[in-house]
Antibody, heavy 120, light 106 residues
């Protein structure tokens, strides 16, 4: 069974930085595109960022220039480096796997989520 | 950017009811649409992709239809486990979610 385990969430002050990690197992991590999706408290889902198997990256306008997605295939781990954090970045961040290789499609597996709280 | 609009935002129904949720795209997305179910405190679960293809293991009471800009998710006979929030997502051009439809007990 595919497993995705996020870590690195926590409380950070506005303007601060945080790095989320997502450890993947039970599938060939290097083959698949991966994404980050977030959900603010009591709100809906928002796509944040994506990276395909070739390393091409994509960002929502709301995080472009502040967040960086990356992957370490040798460690089977996806990352999200978040800089210049704002209160509106407060959310549960989900790591997701997509069934696509070059293409980034829908999410067929989701992690349990990591809570990021931006507050002074 | 492609906007996705779901209706209704909240739906009250009883066990056994036939339930339909609509998702409209601001421009054509062909059939590049997925549906997810989310329960409180849990991650979303994939139900349907490519507008009408049922994900493995998802009960057959769930079905999806539509193309271009108008899509529907139908639950043929609502079960107690189906009370949840449902989201559509387009993956034609980047990725956008609808705002969600909460299915609650009538």
């Amino acid at each position: 069974e595919v497993q995705l385990l996020e870590s690195g969430g926590g409380l950070v002050q506005p303007g601060g930085s945080l790095r989320l990690s997502c450890a993947a197992s039970e599938f060939t991590f290097s083959t698949y595109a991966m994404t980050w999706v977030r959900q603010a408290p009591g709100k809906g889902l928002e796509w944040v960022s994506a990276i395909n198997s070739g390393g091409d990256t994509y960002y929502a306008d709301s995080v472009k220039g502040r967040f960086t997605i990356s992957r370490d295939n040798s460690k089977r781990t996806l990352y999200l480096q978040m800089n210049s954090l704002r209160a509106e970045d407060t959310a549960v961040y989900f790591c997701t796997k997509t069934p696509g290789i070059g293409l980034i499609e829908y999410s067929d597996y989701w992690g349990q989520g990591a809570l990021v709280t931006v507050s002074s | 950017d492609i906007q996705m609009t779901q209706s209704p935002s909240t739906l009250s129904a009883s066990v056994g009811d036939r339930v339909t949720i609509t998702c409209r795209a601001s421009q054509t997305i062909n059939k590049w649409l997925a549906w997810y179910q989310q329960k409180p405190g849990k991650a979303p679960k994939l139900l349907i992709y490519k507008a009408s293809t049922l994900e493995s293991g998802v009960p057959s009471r769930f079905s999806g239809s539509g193309s271009e800009t108008e899509f529907t998710l139908t639950i043929s006979s609502l079960q107690p486990d189906d009370f949840a929030t449902y989201y559509c997502q387009q993956y034609d051009t980047y990725w956008t979610f609808g705002q969600g439809t909460k299915v609650e007990i009538k």
